[in-house]
């Protein structure tokens, strides 16, 4: 008798077959099938795909079980992605509405009455209908605080239609607030409007004087038009509380360029880029259909992840979710600025990118030669899940014993640390940035630098470090904190697997998005600029730690580009190096395998500009 376990229809059946119905079963396999693993979703993974906390209490038994079901910890249950796709049409297919709660459920059917009194009639769009479903493809994990008001009704980012009438007027928003939510929800509401939804209730966002380049420019005009009073105005964010104390972010999308972050110009969140590929699409439908997908796609990265109006403050919302999901935040983390000496002595900038401005371009141009441009995949994320970082008590050594260098895993802290001239050192080279900025090659020189930073220095030149021994680390200075972990390892993973399911995908626009959550929240990292419930996410030693992991990684890929092929950078900026080769030169030299986060890769050359403007070949 053999067993067999047949999944269909997203349900598992196991058979008992004899030797007849073995052999045929058999033959389907071997003529038929193709081997595949078997795939589920963790609990943590179906949480954040339908937006909630805690599974509900008519959610599907689980498909698969690993480890022992009797013991009340020693089993992980796993769900068929066809598992929670049937049980999520199931709901949308329901009269319930996506966010409805006990509080709010004996109201819905009126606020459907109520605006449909108020609605102008005669509209050439086709009406919506309230608890239909506009599209199929998109899940539930943003339902329960999204909805997107446009002038053909209100939906859900999972397609299901709230409403089917377009809004009557401003003040009907603080109505449908209160019906559609409870007085105090888990999450703050995000009520997003587009450009013809504020257009039907009269809200003009073609400023006659000239563009709106800041959104607190109308935040008056937010105030009359939607009867309640705004706090905060970033980005067409708007912070408002409403009559009865209700507070939701209303998101006016025609005004997501003003308020560009200064690194990001151009940036517009959720609505992509100005003037590239990624900007939403005219038409209102197709624009209201991608800002749900985009949405919805965030949201699936952890329970209580939503768009903001800053990337990195989805950043530390992403940190915040995962530290609470994997119980780390039992570790007490407190914002920790540089110590008064340490801000002072460096003025709050330790461990720069690759020597800034270090450029050895030729002064004439050689029509033989091409540009190549070459940098790490995503270097910041690949750094971050792997450095130690610093948490706990922040002390000051009295003695310092330089032995802790030789360790597995050294104290995390920062250092003070005299450097020999670079002359002085054998194997390094001129043709080659120093090792760290702040080295001098004719004298002596002293600076602050993380542990990660001391590590690097005392590498072999032939891995990118600077050949130091540990017993002529010379360091006079030295704060070092109590504990340490590898702090960002779940918030890394969690992003890297969006970013290879957008790059598997081929969508440019969820790949930015993934750049943007890394690259502002670790930057912002060295700033104090956070809202008092976050002020934890203030950790300039961490960026610190994890730009000298990444500049590390840099000199030792140039260090061997130099050693194996004898090719040198004639120009260096953060992690990427450009190189000044032949134009028949082999270019796969330059790729490291595997292709993952942290491996150079061919980004750019002069000849696909050639070519494309008709240049010379």
Not at 10 to 24: H, L, N, V
Not at 90 to 111: F, V, Y
Not at 396 to 407: A, M, N, T, W
Not at 524 to 545: E, T
Request: charged content about 25%.
């Amino acid at each position: 008798m053999t067993r067999y376990l047949l999944t269909t229809a997203g349900r598992t059946y196991r058979i008992d077959a004899d030797g007849e119905t073995s052999d045929i079963l058999q033959w389907y396999i071997e003529s038929q099938g193709t081997p595949e693993p078997l795939i589920a979703l963790s609990r943590q993974q179906v949480l954040a795909r339908i937006g909630r906390s805690a599974l509900p209490t008519d959610f599907p038994a689980p498909d698969m079980v690993i480890g022992d079901p009797n013991r009340e910890t020693g089993h992980t249950r796993g769900w068929l992605e066809s598992t929670v796709d049937g049980w999520e049409a199931a709901l949308l297919n329901s009269d319930a509405p996506a966010a409805e709660t006990p509080t709010n459920a004996a109201s819905r059917d009126t606020t459907d009455e109520a605006v449909a009194a108020d609605t102008p009639s005669g509209s050439d769009k086709p009406a919506w209908t309230p608890r239909s479903r506009l599209w199929a493809d998109v899940p539930m994990a943003a339902d329960d605080r999204v909805v997107i008001i446009s002038s053909l009704g209100v939906v859900a980012p999972s397609g299901k239609v709230i409403t089917g009438q377009s809004m009557p007027s401003g003040q009907a928003l603080g109505n449908f607030l209160a019906t559609h939510w409870p007085r105090s929800p888990k999450f703050l509401p995000q009520l997003w409007l587009t450009y013809e939804a504020l257009e039907s209730i009269g809200f003009a966002v073609d400023d006659s004087d000239g563009p709106i380049t800041s959104s607190s420019a109308v935040t008056g005009v937010v105030e009359q038009y939607f009867d309640c009073k705004v706090s905060n105005a970033k980005a067409g964010w708007f912070t408002c509380k409403f009559a009865g104390d209700r507070k939701a972010y209303v998101v006016l999308i025609p005004l997501m360029h003003t308020d560009p972050s200064s690194k990001r110009p151009g940036d517009m969140g959720v609505a992509g880029y100005e003037d590239s590929g990624t900007e939403l699409p005219e038409d209102e439908l197709d624009a209201v259909k991608l800002l749900a997908e985009r949405i919805a796609w965030l949201a699936n990265i952890a329970d209580g992840v939503a768009p903001s109006s800053r990337w990195s403050t989805l950043g530390a919302s992403l940190l915040d979710a995962v530290r609470k999901r994997g119980r780390q935040d039992t570790k007490a983390i407190e914002a920790c600025p540089y110590p008064a000496q340490v801000a002072v002595e460096t003025g709050g900038d330790i461990e720069p990118a690759v020597e800034p401005q270090w450029d050895r371009r030729p002064h004439r141009a050689k029509e033989d030669k091409i540009d190549v441009e070459v940098d790490q995949r995503a270097a910041y994320l690949a750094s971050a899940g792997q450095v130690e970082l610093g948490y706990g008590k922040l002390k000051e050594l009295s003695k310092i014993d330089v032995g802790v260098f030789g360790e597995q895993k050294p104290p995390f802290g920062l250092w003070r640390l005299t450097t020999p001239p670079c002359s002085d050192l054998d194997g390094l080279t001129k043709k080659l940035p120093r090792p760290h900025a702040s080295m001098q090659w004719d004298e002596p020189a002293t600076f602050w630098v993380t542990t990660r930073g001391v590590q690097q220095l005392t590498a072999p030149v032939e891995l990118g470090g600077a050949g130091l021994s540990i017993p002529e680390l010379v360091i006079d200075e030295a704060w070092v904190w109590s504990q340490q972990g590898r702090l960002l390892r779940t918030w890394a993973d969690a992003l890297r697997a969006k970013l290879i399911e957008a790059r598997a995908a081929e969508r440019e626009d969820y790949q930015d998005f993934v750049k943007a959550i890394y690259t502002t929240y670790l930057g912002r990292m060295a700033s104090d600029q956070w809202q008092p419930s976050q002020k934890q996410h203030q950790q300039p030693a961490w960026y610190a730690a994890i730009r000298a992991d990444t500049r590390w990684r840099a000199m030792r890929y140039a260090r061997m580009m130099a050693d194996t092929h004898n090719l040198y950078p004639v120009q260096a900026e953060l992690d990427a190096w450009i190189y000044l080769v032949d134009r028949d030169q082999d270019l796969s030299i330059f790729n490291e395998e595997p292709a993952v986060n942290g491996k150079y890769r061919v980004k750019w050359t002069s000849a696909e500009d050639d070519e494309q403007g008709g240049g010379a070949a």
